[in-house]
């Protein structure tokens, strides 16, 4: 059996389109659409539209919920790291290093700690953390 979602759009049974109209003949209704998986919203709605219905009647609330912003934030010197690679001139190896968005400095890493997730890169002394 595959796992079938619903699109999250809260109109989204509302647009009629020919793949939501479903039901006998003469029994026929708009549906929500189903699939096994969705392009937008982190694979959550069938279409922008759908997303962004969604948004205006939730998204005040969402960002409440989990933390509206409510103060400049800034980029330094201290978090502007983030990990990168560079092809070599063949494009058959790459080299993997983290970059300063700020000081421009690089500093090589392997691929295991390219692939690690852990987003505190460099400490608050400049050592790497990964």
Not at 58 to 85: C, P, Q, S, V
Not at 88 to 106: A, F
Request: net charge positive; aromatic share 14%.
């Amino acid at each position: 059996m595959s796992d079938l979602k619903y699109c999250q759009g809260p109109e989204c049974h509302t647009h009629q389109t020919q793949d939501r109209i479903k039901g006998p003949k003469g029994n026929k209704t708009y549906q929500t659409r189903r699939r096994s998986s969705f392009y937008y919203g982190n694979g959550n709605f069938c279409s922008l539209w759908c997303q962004n219905q969604w948004f205006n009647k939730f998204g005040n609330r969402a960002i409440d919920h989990f933390g509206r912003t409510t103060e400049a934030k800034h980029l330094t010197e201290h978090n502007a790291w983030t990990k990168d690679y560079d092809w070599d001139s063949s494009y058959q190896t790459r080299t993997y290093v983290i970059r300063n968005g700020i000081t421009k400095e690089q500093r090589p890493i392997t691929e295991q700690q390219y692939d690690n997730d852990n987003d505190n890169i460099i400490d608050d002394q400049g050592r790497l953390n990964i």
